[in-house]
T-cell receptor, first 114, second 111 residues
Framework: GAVVSQHPSRVICKSGTSVKIECRSL??????MFWYRQFPKQSLMLMAT?????????EQGVEKDKFLINHASLTLSTLTVTSAHPEDSSFYIC??????????FGSGTRLTVV | GESVGLHLPTLSVQEGDNSIINCAYS??????FIWYKQESGKGPQFIID?????DKRQGQRVTVLLNKTVKHLSLQIAATQPGDSAVYFC??????????FGSGTRLLVRP
């Protein structure tokens, strides 16, 4: 089946530094990739939608200058958390879209900012 | 002031019993719905889906029911097993193909 590989699975960074999270679709072309954030005991909240070769579309309340998304190829999308702060600590999950109704999720990245 | 965290509702069932997890969705125009299972520290795992032109769909040990009149989805798990313990989310696809997740239910299976 379709697989999205997400790395790293866990990362700890110092406050003020930047962290990059990668999602690769291994056996399909993900023209669209969705990025979610999930706080403990809460649901997945959509942050942004990225389409290959174009600028990402951010949901209301998500700072585009803080969460930089790049979707340079059909198999790779990256999320960079810039100038991270403790409140950015969360579980970040990507999802690649396979056609109209197929979504494959990555395994998530646990970000801890200290 | 002090913030109040959200708590997932929990359904506790005896191993071997049937489980029913409910979900209310928000957009009457949504035409595709998916149930996901999420284990701790992992991404969501697809369980079953249903389109708005159906009101019931069955899989292996799972059944999804859709009531468009009241915008309600349910997931039925037959003969619940310890491995079914997880958090379950419903999700609806909007007109721009975004998946919007519901609030989730934690399923605990008692041995």
């Amino acid at each position: 089946g379709a697989v999205v590989s997400q790395h790293p699975s866990r990362v700890i960074c110092k406050s003020g530094t930047s962290v990059k999270i990668e999602c690769r679709s291994l056996d399909f072309q993900a023209t669209t990739m969705f990025w979610y954030r999930q706080f403990p005991k809460q649901s997945l909240m959509l942050m942004a939608t990225s389409n290959e070769g174009s600028k990402a579309t951010y949901e209301q309340g998500v700072e585009k200058d803080k969460f930089l998304i790049n979707h340079a190829s059909l198999t790779l999308s990256t999320l960079t958390v810039t100038s991270a702060h403790p409140e950015d600590s969360s579980f970040y999950i990507c999802s690649g879209m396979r056609g109209r109704d197929g979504y494959t999720f990555g395994s998530g990245t646990r970000l801890t900012v200290v | 002031g002090e913030s109040v965290g959200l708590h997932l509702p929990t359904l506790s069932v005896q191993e071997g019993d049937n489980s029913i997890i409910n979900c209310a969705y928000s957009n009457s125009a949504s035409d595709y719905f998916i149930w996901y299972k999420q284990e701790s520290g992992k991404g969501p795992q697809f369980i079953i889906d249903i389109r708005s032109n159906m009101d019931k769909r069955q899989g292996q040990r799972v059944t999804v029911l859709l009531n468009k009149t009241v915008k309600h989805l349910s997931l039925q798990i037959a003969a619940t097993q310890p491995g079914d313990s997880a958090v379950y989310f419903c999700a609806e696809m909007d007109s721009s193909y975004k998946l919007i997740f519901g609030s989730g239910t934690r399923l605990l299976v008692r041995p």
